[in-house]
């Protein structure tokens, strides 16, 4: 299985975070990728570095003020007077009804950014575009023939919408993921198995019939990302019927979580997808720094078995998962599984 990554990720390194009223170090760190390298390390995979991926790519998914955006935004931010060392918004956009602040790098990070998890540092574009070009060749193999690839991405990319950054992503990798699968197959599935919703790559494409979502992940009733996530979002317009969210409880072991990955396995059978993306999130396991469920490695073991016997061309996306030395073998697990090793 071809394995993509860009060293120049680790570029981007995070550090401001706001959670319950205090100031953290950011969870989103480059110390995830060397964990995640171990895994692959450990099953004997090596790594290819990907080319660079053309501008048309991220533009499938992302408008061009969000992409303008996060390519200059450091930069203009640094000629404010005592600004801090990251772009981090301090206003939100109800957008509705609102304008665009073209001419403020205060009132367009507020526009761009969700929440404030995902500041923008000076290696932040660097490393979200070597993601997407992760993806981007992942998929490429896949169009090429291969049954499976996988993209070691970060930043992450689920919770970006077209035009909004959010939940410690920048660009959607999974998102351009599918749109470069669409240059080939009528139909591409996304089963997204980190512990938070996929709402962005649901915001994406939910008024589209040539791509349904598939979400797996924690109650945002009480938990991230709140708003959207819940199992009366269908799709809209043409997409309606396209968009199946599965939310389960924050106690959810191994049992209930791979019969929801059947669940949404089936819905996705029913579409007959030419190829799927696995928006990869490794959050869901009992050690997670998150806590958002109690999945095992056999959980994640199973749940690769399952997805590489539903026999679509596929390509896994790396979405969450946090600092612990058990990120290791979560993503081993996981891989084990798909790759038939047990
Ligand atoms: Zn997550």
Request: contains cysteine; hydrophobic residues 40%.
């Amino acid at each position: 299985m071809k394995c993509f990554y860009a060293p120049e990720t680790e570029a981007h390194d995070p550090q401001f975070r706001l959670t319950h009223g205090r100031l953290l170090h950011n969870a989103e760190q480059a110390e995830r990728a060397r964990l995640l390298l171990a895994g692959l390390d450990r099953l004997g995979l090596a790594t290819e570095t990907p080319p660079e991926a053309p501008r048309a790519a991220l533009e499938a998914v992302h408008t061009a003020d969000f992409l303008d955006f996060l390519e200059h935004a450091w930069d203009e931010w640094q000629k404010l007077p005592n600004c801090g060392p990251e772009v981090v918004p301090n206003v939100f956009a109800q957008k509705a009804g609102s304008t665009y602040p073209r001419d403020s790098i205060v009132g367009r990070a507020g526009w761009h950014m969700g929440d404030t998890s995902a500041p923008i540092g000076p290696g932040s574009w660097q490393a979200t575009r070597r993601a997407a070009d992760c993806a981007v060749a992942a998929a490429g193999a896949v169009l090429a023939g291969d049954p499976m690839a996988y993209a070691l991405t970060r930043p992450p990319g689920h919770h970006s919408t077209a035009d909004t950054a959010a939940g410690h992503c920048l660009m959607n990798v999974s998102a351009i993921a599918v749109e470069r699968l669409r240059t080939r197959h009528a139909r591409v599935a996304t089963l997204d198995i980190d512990v938070h919703h996929g709402n962005g790559t649901q915001g994406v494409f939910y008024g589209r019939a040539d791509v349904q979502t598939v979400s797996i992940h924690a109650d945002p009733a009480s938990y991230y990302p709140f708003f959207v996530g819940y199992a009366h979002e269908t799709g809209e317009g043409a997409g309606e019927g396209f968009n199946l969210n599965i939310p389960l409880p924050r106690t959810t072991t191994d049992d209930a979580w791979l019969a929801a990955i059947e669940t949404g396995l089936a819905r996705i059978a029913a579409f007959a997808p030419g190829a799927l993306v696995v928006p990869l999130g490794l959050d869901a396991h009992e050690n997670d720094p998150l806590a958002g469920m109690k999945i095992s490695w056999d959980g994640f073991r199973e749940a690769g078995k399952m997805i590489a016997a539903a026999g679509y061309p596929t390509v896994l996306v790396q979405e969450g998962g946090y600092l612990s030395e058990d990120l290791t073998t979560s993503l081993e697990s996981f891989l084990s599984g798909a790759l038939g090793r047990g």
